[in-house]
């Protein structure tokens, strides 16, 4: 008889448990080196996969010739489930050593253990109902009457101590979905060494931060730099925050205008921190996928003397639902080992708050790293508490450094902003870099800005459209993608077009053209209008620079967001001109409309100066006490319960979304200019299913839309579904057009008309 399997293929069950034991007590050691960790994450690896000894998923697993044979759901019939049996072990054993504190203790690893494959669970009317369950007691039955060794089964002596929980009671959510990345993390990674030798070695090709601190600052030396004013302060704040990179760890606040460096001297200060404080990696996090891109190109120039795979982008919505997991979509899950990684507030956010597997791989990777946080103004109102509050654990007690980076400075460390009868709670002790950020902002002034004469008259798409095309050389930004396509079908033929409809190649191929545009003009090379339509996306992270910018109302931030797109370098003789307008429908309902609201309310009878700093803190202070920062009461979610340790981890995970994931579908879209090179990516995933470099890859071909609107395009043929939860879009030619992206909303177009 063959000895005991853990997959297809020959792994032995014996080797992979201990394994992943050694693996995720290893990645654990991190954030505990006292030890206690080490040993929870230890027992958690050692018997995750406790019931593969059972006898009826041992036959099934040395039968079957498929990969996904020990995947909990991938196979049938009750003999086969494996994940309660650990579980229940680590009741048993600690009630056996440890009486009734053990079996307490125990629910930690049986959280951990029976999680391993469908996520981490609620334990009241969840977990606890399961482990009850005759079918899970007699897992762990059979799985020990086919006599597992001793050293998996009784390893040595453990002592279980819940008072030495990072953050007590506070932390013991986080905690537990750290162990869990750990556990997880080093189980697809044994997984994926026994599948695939080659790639474990391919996964250590990564630079080190000191070689890109290295890099970063011979690529600064070498920049052909002009003698203006904006360059002398540009590097002004570069040299402040290499020089504030040496203080303790903790949390900063970046505060610089747009248009004054600011990404890459958060990145100089996030590289000059890792090396003085020894951090492992750095997380530099933007709010919108849509300029990600951007920014991660940025950093690859940077560092480009190092190689292409410098660093990891990461964005994709594509990660398999749990219930589709296959052996393939858990190794192509992101796991953030990179000393590099430019990724979404959705991403990350979502990630600590998350209960999936695949979801929570990455967490651990965070421990001791640099958190940039890009445009904090950004971070979700309804979701700012908890955000808030995980933010704190990860820096008193994983090592973690977090940086603000705002133009708008919301102050998050502010009393003002939070209420304190409803048990609010903001940051402490954050370290602003700038030495004077009210003289930097005063020395970067470089727009007017004209309120409309009344807040309450909006103004038709069409007088809009006649004023744009009376300009030159133009930018106008709106709110919603609907606002866009209706403004772009009266303007004149030419204008060019952005919305996050278009995937991030093609945004970027269209932002290029508007850069060269614009320096051709600056140069008298070009005599033809140059206007741009916008949705939002322009407003962070691209750097454009038109002479006049049109912003339909929003948020005060978002105003100051496009006035950073006007006379951005500073090269006009007088002041650029910002024209903010009432549009003919208000913003979406939710926090877009309060912030425009807030915005109307703090600059009334403030026409002199409407972007002064100071204004900032009233429209912060309305806004935030406008908005319930704990809207689905995630923190309460995930308040332990001292009697089981219950904690709500799965219902809270549904509760944290930044982003509907149940109502969006992620669009391979066929985007003309880059057809042969998606094909050959496309065929690659049919044939080798889903892989991280080959996901990284395509995400740049992706678009998001409601999936109310990807089902019916899927039972007409125009979408094909290769993988769980990657959609692909069939016909090229009339649903993805060269100036909108991706036709969707047939109410507003019909695509059949657009050259491609």
Request: hydrophobic content about 45%.
């Amino acid at each position: 008889m063959h000895e005991p399997w853990a997959h297809s293929g020959g792994r032995l069950l014996r080797e992979h448990l201990l394994a992943v034991a050694e693996g995720a007590a290893d990645f654990s050691a991190w954030f505990d080196a006292a030890a206690p960790a080490q040993r929870w994450a230890y027992l958690a690896g050692l018997w995750h996969d406790l019931g593969k000894y059972r006898p009826g998923f041992q036959k099934y697993v040395q039968l079957a010739d498929n990969p996904d044979a020990h995947i909990e759901g991938k196979v049938i019939g009750r003999e086969k489930t494996h994940s309660a049996a650990g579980a229940l072990w680590a009741m048993q054993r600690l009630e056996q050593t440890h009486g009734a504190p053990g079996k307490l203790a125990a629910h930690v690893l049986a959280y951990l253990i029976a999680g391993h494959h469908a996520g981490l669970a609620d334990w009241n009317d969840g977990l606890e109902q399961r482990l009850a369950d005759p079918d899970s007691l007699q897992e762990l039955q059979e799985s020990l009457c086919a006599n597992p060794p001793d050293d998996v089964l009784t390893p040595d002596g453990f002592t279980p101590d819940l008072r030495r929980i990072p953050g007590g009671a506070a932390g013991f959510a986080l905690w537990v979905r750290m162990l869990f990345s750990c556990l997880v993390d080093a189980d697809f990674l044994d997984t994926e060494a026994h599948f695939d030798a080659g790639k474990p070695a391919r996964r250590r090709g990564f630079p080190t931060l000191a070689q890109m601190r290295e890099a970063f600052n011979a690529h600064m030396a070498a920049l052909p730099v002009a003698a203006t004013p904006v360059n002398t302060l540009r590097a002004d704040i570069l040299r402040q925050c290499r020089a504030q990179a040496a203080l303790p760890p903790g949390f900063f606040s970046l505060t610089v205008p747009t248009g004054g460096g600011k990404t890459l001297s958060s990145l100089a200060f996030a590289l000059e921190h890792a090396q003085a404080h020894g951090k492992r990696r750095i997380v530099y996090a933007i709010p919108y996928t849509s300029i990600i891109e951007q920014t991660a190109d940025v950093f690859r120039n940077v560092f480009q003397a190092l190689g292409d795979e410098v660093l990891i982008e990461h964005h994709s919505q594509a990660d398999a639902a749990a219930t589709d997991e296959t052996a393939r979509s858990r190794l192509a899950c992101e796991n953030w080992d990179a000393p590099l990684v430019v990724t979404t507030n959705v991403q990350l956010f979502e990630s600590l708050f998350a209960a999936k597997t695949s979801r929570c791989r990455k967490l651990h990777n965070l421990v001791g790293s640099v958190i940039v946080l890009d445009e904090a103004q950004q971070l979700p109102p309804a979701f700012l508490q908890p955000i808030l509050d995980v933010l704190k654990l990860l820096v008193a007690h994983y090592g973690v450094t977090v940086v603000l980076c705002t133009a708008t400075q919301p102050a998050l460390g502010n009393s003002n902003y939070f209420d304190a009868s409803k048990n609010l709670r903001g940051l402490h002790n954050v370290r602003e870099i700038i030495d004077n950020p009210d003289a930097l902002f005063a020395a970067l002034k470089r727009v007017q800005v004209e309120l409309p004469p009344d807040w309450t008259t909006p103004t038709p798409w069409a007088d809009i459209a006649a004023q744009l095309s009376a300009e030159d050389c133009v930018l106008a930004i709106v709110n919603t993608r609907k606002a866009a396509r209706e403004l772009q079908r009266l303007m004149p033929e030419g204008t060019l077009h952005l919305s996050a409809l278009m995937c991030g190649a093609h945004r970027k191929d269209v932002i290029a053209h508007i850069k060269e545009r614009l320096q051709a003009k600056r140069e008298g090379r070009d005599t033809r209008p140059l206007r741009v339509v916008s949705t939002q996306l322009v407003e962070a992270g691209v750097d454009i620079d038109f002479p006049v910018v049109y912003r339909a109302l929003a948020g005060l931030d978002s105003i100051a967001q496009a006035a950073g797109r006007c006379n951005r370098e500073g090269r006009m003789e007088g002041l650029g001109r910002v024209v903010v307008f009432v549009p003919p429908e208000r913003p979406p309902l939710g926090h877009l409309r309060k912030g425009a609201d807030a915005c109307i309310s703090t600059l009334h009878g403030q026409a002199h100066d409407p972007l002064a700093r100071g204004l900032f803190a009233r429209y912060f202070t309305e806004f935030y006490h406008s908005v319930d920062l704990d809207q689905h009461r995630v923190a309460n979610l995930l308040t332990v319960q001292p009697r089981d340790l219950a904690v709500k981890f799965r219902t809270a995970a549904d509760a944290f979304r930044l982003i509907d994931d149940a109502d969006s579908a992620t669009v391979v879209v066929r985007y003309a200019a880059h057809q042969q090179h998606i094909e050959s990516l496309l065929n690659t995933l049919v044939a080798e299913g889903p892989q991280r470099w080959l996901m990284r890859k395509l995400q740049r071909y992706t678009v998001t839309i409601p999936q109310r609107l990807a089902t019916p395009m899927l039972n007409q043929g125009d979408l094909t579904l290769p993988m769980p939860g990657l959609y692909v879009l069939a016909n090229t030619d009339n649903l993805y057009s060269n100036i909108l992206g991706l036709v969707s909303d047939a109410d507003v177009y019909n695509p059949s008309g657009f050259a491609l």
